[in-house]
């Protein structure tokens, strides 16, 4: 089992008409996802144009939901995070500060379309030319993506 910590309109994108349903949907995807390969999950939100304007915090079917209040958005509460919550996380992102914030903190972050495409059935698979040789920062890569 896994932490997951996921930039979460990071994933779903911001272009869609209906973002509350993208949203719901990914959460409902998330719950799934969970069930079949037991993650410990926690997906963070912008919350600060329609909700509440405090950070709040919602568990559904097992995931953690923050959505940032007022003046804070989704990679700042993700930073806050990584520094505070001190464990081995699977940041799900491609905004490269969250990976960098990610790495520094000595977790390791995949980008948001490679955990979208497993996330929907899909395989990854990693050709390595002869001769190649990996860093240890795509090895560590790597090794977390064999674990989703």
Not at 69 to 86: C, F, P, Q, S, V
Not at 132 to 146: G, H, P
Request: charged share 30%; glycine share 8%.
């Amino acid at each position: 089992m896994s932490k997951l910590l996921i930039d979460g309109y990071n994933l779903i994108g911001i272009f869609h008409k209906n973002l509350k349903k993208a949203r719901q949907e990914l959460i409902q995807q998330l719950i799934e996802y969970r069930n079949k390969k037991g993650h410990d999950i926690t997906v963070v939100f912008d919350g600060y144009k329609e909700g509440p304007g405090k950070e709040t915090i919602d568990f559904q079917g097992g995931i953690r939901i923050i959505y940032s209040g007022a003046n804070e958005k989704a990679d700042d509460i993700i930073k806050r995070i990584l520094k505070t919550e001190k464990s081995f996380w699977i940041v799900i992102s491609s905004d490269r500060e969250i990976e960098r914030a990610a790495w520094e903190e000595n977790c390791v972050s995949v980008d948001s379309s490679i955990f979208f495409d497993i996330l929907n059935g899909e395989e990854f698979y990693f050709e390595q030319k002869k001769g190649m040789t990996l860093s240890k920062k795509q090895k560590a890569i790597l090794r977390a993506i064999s674990k989703l």
